[in-house]
């Protein structure tokens, strides 16, 4: 039985990277030397492949052994368990809500300003920020312009000048703030 679900991880695996560079079952088999038929008893897990073709086939699509066999089960879905919580001396908090996020292109962070605080300024650098104000009012403020951005309402901006974020009313201001390149 675990033998059969090998088989099955392999031919996924196989025709997923076969899909990936869009080839039919048959160019796949016209690379390798293979039958058609053989390709796709493969992928449905029907068959084992030798060695020899296991590596002929994986060399053919365009990857390496220890690429083919690495674990793909990246982490789609992120629960609140996973978030990372920083509060700062007034009470203002922010959470990182895809955790290790710094590795990828852009980093989403769930924020909570309080009445009358403010978030550090953040000194120019290279990258764009979004926002997306889940409820209660910022002040955005971008070098020398402040913009008013009110429940509902997003903002985006490159980062090119020094930049900083309050929330002048008397409730707490929630929002999800992505930036990019990851700059926490």
């Known amino acids: 039985m675990e033998s059969e679900q090998v088989n099955i991880t392999i031919g996924k695996r196989i025709r997923d ?11 796949l088999a016209d690379r390798t030397e293979l039958t058609k038929g053989y ?5 449905r897990g029907q068959v084992a492949p030798s060695i020899v073709t296991l590596m002929d086939l994986i060399e053919c699509l365009g990857t390496t052994a220890s690429e083919f066999f690495a674990e793909h089960d990246e982490q789609i879905v992120f629960h609140k368990e996973n978030f990372f919580e920083k509060l700062d001396e007034n009470g203002n908090s922010i959470q990182w809500i895809v955790p290790a996020a710094q590795k990828n292109e852009m980093e989403p962070l769930l924020v909570e300003i309080k009445p009358h ?32 951005v ?14 900083w974020i309050e929330n002048p009313g008397s409730v707490s201001a929630k929002l999800i703030w992505v930036s990019s390149p990851p700059m926490f």
């Open 17 to 27: 990277l076969r899909l990936e560079l869009g080839l039919t079952q048959q160019e």
């Open 39 to 43: 390709i796709s008893q493969l992928e």
């Open 117 to 148: 605080q403010s978030l550090p300024i953040d000194k120019p650098h290279v990258g764009e920020e979004f926002g997306f104000l889940i409820s209660g009012r910022l002040k955005l403020h971008l070098g020398e312009k402040v913009y008013t």
């Open 150 to 163: 009110k429940s509902g309402e997003s903002f985006y901006y490159e980062a090119r000048t020094s930049h």
